[in-house]
């Protein structure tokens, strides 16, 4: 395959490093060979490339959605919608919606639960460039308790026996993260309310102990204090949601805690709803700021944020990153850490900042051309104009794809 260079009016190396105008990048193969400055990476151009040109846009590391679920489908009932569907369409509308992230500049997601391994089969099509898509990291089988948030996906245990047997499991089927729902969740109905604890800070940290002997992160689905205060103290690697709620929907942040997530460097990813605007105009303004608070409490007090959108539950439909990372910026977040949040701080979340996450010579050709410069408005993100997953050239506009003799 030809090296391809793509040469745009702005480049994000990555966050921390420079901004560069009249910029360029070198791809070989499914590699990163140079970026910087147009007329350096050119010198380094050999003959029979490629070249694609994007004067008016930005070339930055692809995004990262850390918190998706392809086997929902975003709809008012997905877990309807998901019994109704056997394996074989189950599969094929997961491939769908990992297409359409792609579409939207995605180029690494984490999907935090589904059925079956699915996940698992669609990744590693994926990986062997038998799927369009990004690249996969599947938990698989969260773990739950009886009759709790998400059981209806397999993974119901009661007891650190159980918990033990399931995250060895899930690691001999291929899982990339244990996912636990430390407490309940507003998709089950019938189950837990999102506030009550479903394991204790015992049975978490056997979670922890085992994934920790397979190699493996653990992410912890918590939405109440006591919820989270278990997570913290068992040492899972991302809290997903964190929103501190307490019965009667009231919200406890506690600063101990916060020291805590800050010092034992676990991330939270509060998973903003891409359409969390109308969430706010819905709930009204002083219950948004009541909501919304902790996440800029927490950003204050150096928690690291990344990115995620629960893509599949209700209103949460593919693609939705960009509009979902707005949020980041009304809680006080820089644009340049906005972009860190689904980049570089992603990657690290979740461990593959070796090769993703930054424009740097030897990681994995995954980066996002879009229109205008995301650092004067994060709309540009938006405005997508290639994708690049692994080296394989993802375009909204098919003609162009036919002029440079690449597939999508």
């Known amino acids: 395959m030809a090296d391809i260079l793509i040469t745009a009016g702005h480049m994000l190396l990555g966050p921390g490093d420079e901004h560069v105008e009249d910029a360029a990048v070198l791809i070989a193969g499914n590699t990163i060979a140079a970026a910087g400055r147009r007329t350096d990476v050119q ?8 070249t694609l040109s994007f004067p008016d846009a930005t070339v930055l590391p692809g995004l990262i959605d850390c918190h ?4 929902f489908d975003g709809s008012s009932d997905p877990v309807g919608s998901l019994r109704e569907s056997d394996d074989a369409a189950l599969l094929g509308d997961m491939a769908t919606r990992a297409r359409q992230l792609l579409d939207s500049g995605i180029t690494t997601i984490r999907d935090l639960g589904d059925r079956g391994g ?32 998400c059981w209806f996906l397999g993974g119901e245990v009661q007891g650190a026996g159980e918990i ?4 060895r499991r899930n690691a001999r089927q291929g899982s990339d993260v244990i996912k636990v729902m430390a407490t309940g969740g507003g998709l089950t109905h019938g189950g837990p309310a999102i506030w009550e604890p479903q ?12 994934a920790r002997r397979a190699g493996l992160p653990v992410a912890a689905h918590a939405h109440g204090t006591e919820g989270i205060a278990a997570a913290i103290t068992a040492g899972v690697d991302t809290i997903e949601h964190c929103t501190w709620v307490t019965e009667g929907s009231g919200v406890d942040l506690r600063e101990d805690l916060v020291a805590q997530i800050v010092a034992k460097g676990i991330r939270v ?8 605007r109308s969430f706010a105009e819905r709930i009204g303004p002083e219950r948004a700021r009541e909501l919304f608070s902790p996440a800029r409490r927490m950003a204050e007090q150096g928690v690291r944020l990344i990115a995620g ?9 593919f693609g939705g990153l960009a509009a979902g990372l707005e949020f980041f910026e009304y809680i006080g977040l820089s644009r340049m850490e906005v972009i860190a949040s689904a980049t570089i701080e992603a990657a690290r979340a979740l461990g593959i900042a070796h090769d993703t996450g930054r424009l740097c010579p030897g990681y994995r050709a995954d980066l996002v051309v879009v229109g205008g410069n995301p650092l004067d408005a994060l709309k540009a993100l938006q405005d997508i104009r290639l994708v690049m ?3 394989r050239v993802h375009l909204p506009e098919q003609p162009l794809h036919a002029e440079i003799g690449l597939r999508p």
Do not use: K, M, Y
């Open 43 to 50: 010198a380094q151009v050999g003959p029979g490339h490629r």
């Open 68 to 71: 998706v679920h392809l086997a």
């Open 118 to 149: 699915l996940a698992f089969r669609l990744r590693d099509e994926t990986a062997a460039c038998r799927q369009a898509g990004p690249r996969i990291l599947a938990a698989g089988t969260p773990l739950t308790s009886q009759q709790g948030h």
């Open 164 to 167: 033990r047997e399931a995250v």
């Open 199 to 210: 394991f204790t800070t015992e049975e978490l940290a056997a979670a922890v102990e085992e």
């Open 269 to 276: 990813c509060p998973a903003a709803h891409p359409n969390w």
């Open 309 to 317: 959108t629960d893509a599949g539950v209700p209103r949460s439909g």
């Open 389 to 391: 997953a692994g080296g």
